[in-house]
């Protein structure tokens, strides 16, 4: 299967915990994006990076969130001091170039207990 | 800012039966538009696109989607719907802007369709 990948699925973690998801686009595709879905609610943007550089970050990324993608490859997604309001689904989504389609992977699904 | 509506949070149809899910946006530049589907325990998938060009789109299963610019709608339709076709379905948008595509997707609160069969 060469479609995006997330891992890992599910995570359940205790409030002030750190945790660290990872996705791994399409190969060749040079855009990923991070989105944030909860219950009820359409995804939501995050970031998105252009190979490896991170070229847009709403408003919804406080400073407990950070993402990076090393060499363009993979990327990461960091929410430290976790807070019960994190409680979602992360989704990856990856695509070959601007304004191209973007391919979902199958998300994180985040519970902070 | 921009935004995605979708008039009908829960659609409930039988088999056989024509379905019209509603979607405006709010944006006043040029924009690209997009119908996903989420079916049940399966991830996001693309179900048509429009980029520019014939303001009717043909996507998969049988889905097609009109763009009337004037309306700010791109209203997904089929004329006979599947127990298959149960899912959540989400229409999104994004701009076009000077530069080129921007790079972040707006989405609808999605619309559960249930069919019954």
């Known amino acids: 299967d060469t479609g995006v990948s997330q891992n890992p699925r599910h995570k359940i973690t205790k409030r002030g915990q750190n945790v660290t998801f990872r996705c791994d686009p399409i190969?060749?595709?040079?855009?990923l994006y991070w989105y944030r879905q909860t219950l009820g609610q359409g995804p939501e943007f995050l970031t998105y990076?252009?190979?490896?550089?991170?070229?847009?970050k709403s408003r919804l990324l406080s400073d407990r969130f950070s993402a990076e993608r090393p060499k363009g490859s993979f990327s990461t997604l960091e929410i430290q001091r976790t807070e019960q309001g994190d409680s979602a689904m992360y989704l990856c989504?990856?695509?070959?170039?601007?304004?191209?389609?973007?391919?979902f992977g199958p998300g994180t699904r985040l519970t902070v207990l | 800012a921009q935004s995605v509506s979708q008039h009908n949070h829960h659609v409930i149809l039988s088999e056989a039966a024509s379905l019209e899910l509603g979607c405006n946006y709010s944006?006043?530049?040029?924009?690209?538009l997009f119908w996903y589907v989420q079916y049940p325990g399966q991830h996001l998938q693309l179900l048509l696109k429009?980029?520019?060009?014939?303001?009717l789109v043909k996507g998969i299963k049988g889905f097609e989607a009109e763009f009337i610019k004037s309306k700010f709608s791109f209203n997904l339709r089929k004329p006979s719907v599947q127990w298959s076709d149960t899912a959540e379905y989400f229409c999104?948008?994004?701009?076009?802007?000077?530069?080129?595509?921007?790079?972040?997707?707006?989405f609808g609160k999605g619309t559960k369709l249930s069919v019954k069969p």
């Open positions: 190969s060749e595709h040079n855009r």
């Open positions: 989504a990856s695509s070959l170039g601007t304004g191209d389609t973007q391919y």
């Open positions: 990076f252009q190979n490896e550089a991170q070229l847009e």
């Open positions: 999104a948008v994004n701009s076009r802007g000077r530069g080129g595509s921007q790079g972040n997707l707006i």
């Open positions: 944006y006043g530049g040029t924009v690209n």
């Open positions: 429009y980029f520019s060009g014939d303001p």
